[in-house]
């Protein structure tokens, strides 16, 4: 099959996912009891993004990682169900937590699928997770939020792109490391903000000494990762950037949606956001990548 046929067939089934997610988001927002959203910046930030992530599959379309074998599209399921199962473990039926650190192992089922085979099934079980597990936990509809999760699914997915040189993968991971010490720096000067659901002024300083540890766990990582190519070490950083960008999206769409404050974006849902999740990556990504090895077929 030509390469230009084969990119096609890509094209179409990244557009059947997205179409998929879309329908199910439609679906979950009919039926909900939970939060709905109606308004227009919601409908807006779902339409932008959908049709960024058009894009972004036609300017990358030629490198190959979009392609998405029948294996899997069962893979994709798997994790997406296990993602929602998780989540409602662990959301509704358990809500453990260290400290004010939530336990939301489902996280990661978006990072490893997206790095070990495509953005595309990164994306969506990260996405569709997202929905169906806020839905059957009764927390309604988030897009912004689900939105995110998905990317932090897909960018796992993209380092192959950019990851070629070793130097881009210094980079990278420098714009990692530095993105969540800036962040612990902000929280140090300008601790107090409002929280995003009751706008209570609160003290975030623990979420800076969190971010500045995770800085150090992925330094260490970067390290491994340079020297001898740990996958471990490559999961939780390029992970930790999914979430990062994830978040990012999630936190600046809030602001117009939500009409939060930038303090609030940024210190109260953002910079907690981060750090919880890449705690969790950090606790359960060995768990899940030897789950995952245990039970994949040759070729996947």
């Known amino acids: 099959m030509s390469l230009e046929r084969r990119t096609t067939r890509w094209a179409v089934t990244w557009t059947t996912i997205l179409a ?17 959203f109606y308004d227009v910046p919601s409908m807006v930030t779902v339409a932008v993004a959908l049709a960024g992530l058009l894009v972004l599959q036609r300017a990358t379309a030629a ?14 399921a798997a994790g997406t169900l296990i993602y929602v199962l998780l989540a409602y ?3 509704d039926v358990l809500a453990l937590s260290l400290g004010p650190v939530p336990l939301r192992p489902q996280i990661c089922i978006p990072i490893l699928l997206g790095y070990a085979l495509t953005p595309a099934v ?3 079980a990260g996405a569709t997770g997202s929905l169906l597990g806020d839905f059957v936990t009764g927390w309604g509809v988030f897009p912004a939020w689900h939105i995110g999760d998905g990317l932090t699914g897909l960018v ?5 792109l950019i990851s070629s040189e070793r130097r881009n993968l210094r980079y990278l991971s420098t714009a990692v490391i530095v993105s969540m010490a800036l962040t612990a720096a902000v929280i ?12 209570e002024v609160t003290n975030f300083s623990f979420w800076a000494w969190v971010l500045l540890v995770e800085a150090v766990i992925m330094l260490a990582n970067s390290y491994l990762l340079e020297r001898v190519s740990v996958v471990l070490a490559g999961i939780n950083l390029w992970g930790a950037l999914g979430i ?25 849902e953002f910079a907690p956001a981060i750090a919880a999740d890449t705690l969790n990556l950090i606790i359960f990504a060995p768990l899940l990548l030897a789950a995952y090895n245990a039970v994949r077929s040759p070729g996947t």
């Open 89 to 91: 473990i662990f959301n």
């Open 156 to 160: 796992p997915g993209l380092i192959p």
């Open 122 to 124: 990164g994306f969506f």
């Open 244 to 268: 990062l960008v994830g978040h990012g999206f999630t936190s600046l769409a809030h602001i117009w949606i939500y009409e939060y404050s930038v303090g609030t974006a940024l210190i109260g």
């Open 63 to 76: 490198s190959g990682l979009w392609r998405v074998h029948t294996r899997q599209i069962g893979l994709m």
């Open 20 to 36: 998929v997610f879309a329908l199910l988001l439609l679906l979950a927002n009919r039926f909900t009891e939970g939060e709905r």
């Open 188 to 199: 140090f000067v300008h601790p107090r903000a409002p929280e995003p659901w009751t706008g």
